[in-house]
């Protein structure tokens, strides 16, 4: 079966310091992945996007992923976090026969000053 | 101003009612979605329609029903059979060849 796992529930960093969101996808094929990111009582925002070619992604806001074949990842970074970069971050990969997203649990950043 | 609305942002509804929560595209995307999401968990897939006059059920779709009459129109309604419905609604399209989903600001069931 289809899977994604974000392992980390709750991350805390303090501004100004780097910041990397584990993302692991258990599917068949590689799937189209997907950072998206939401504030409280808010729909989702799409942060960038993977789906073939170079494994390093540029999202908006700062932020990249880099996708790793042999470890079924694609982890979230920022070399620099800004307290507005508090929020839940989703991890979805794309099931490509429904054309629809699969997400994992979500991982709360919070950024202290 | 192009994009996606939800109504309304909150709504409550006593048990034994069925109620409709509304997702409005203008972005001419083909495809439109709908999820839950509740606390701590991320968002799971009730029913999604591919292009206009079709529709198929999602991982959770029991309890839960749509209709696709209008390329900008997706509405979900809320059964009564739907044993726990207290949750945030979220609605995404999906457009051309981008294969990227946009999503909707949602929409906040509350049972009472």
């Known amino acids: 079966a289809q899977s994604v796992t974000q392992p980390d529930i709750h991350i805390t960093v303090s501004e100004g310091a780097s910041l990397e969101l584990r993302c692991n996808y258990s599917y068949g094929a590689t799937p189209y992945l997907f950072w998206y990111v939401q504030s409280p009582g808010q729909g989702l925002q799409l942060l960038l996007k993977y789906f073939s070619g170079d494994t390093l992604v540029q999202g908006i806001k700062g932020f990249e992923a880099e996708f790793k074949r042999s470890q079924s990842s694609f982890n979230l970074r920022k070399p620099s976090v800004h307290w507005s970069d508090a929020a839940e971050y989703f991890c979805?990969?794309?099931?490509?026969?429904?054309?629809?997203?699969?997400f994992g649990s979500g991982t709360r950043l919070q950024v202290q000053p | 101003d192009g994009g996606i609305t939800q109504s309304p942002k909150y709504l409550f509804r006593k048990e034994g009612q069925n109620v409709t929560l509304s997702c409005e595209q203008n972005l001419n995307h083909d495809a439109m979605y709908w999820y839950r999401q509740d606390p701590g968990q991320g968002l799971r897939l009730i029913y999604y329609s591919q292009i206009v006059n079709d529709f198929q059920k999602g991982d959770i779709a029991e309890g839960y029903s749509v209709s696709r009459e209008k390329k900008e129109s997706f509405p979900l309604t809320v059964t009564s059979a739907q044993k726990n419905p207290t949750a945030f609604y979220l609605c995404?399209?999906?457009?051309?060849?981008?294969?990227?989903?946009?999503f909707g600001p949602g929409t906040r069931l509350t049972v009472l």
């Open positions: 979805a990969p794309m099931d490509t026969g429904r054309r629809a997203l699969t």
């Open positions: 995404a399209t999906m457009g051309g060849s981008a294969d990227t989903q946009y």
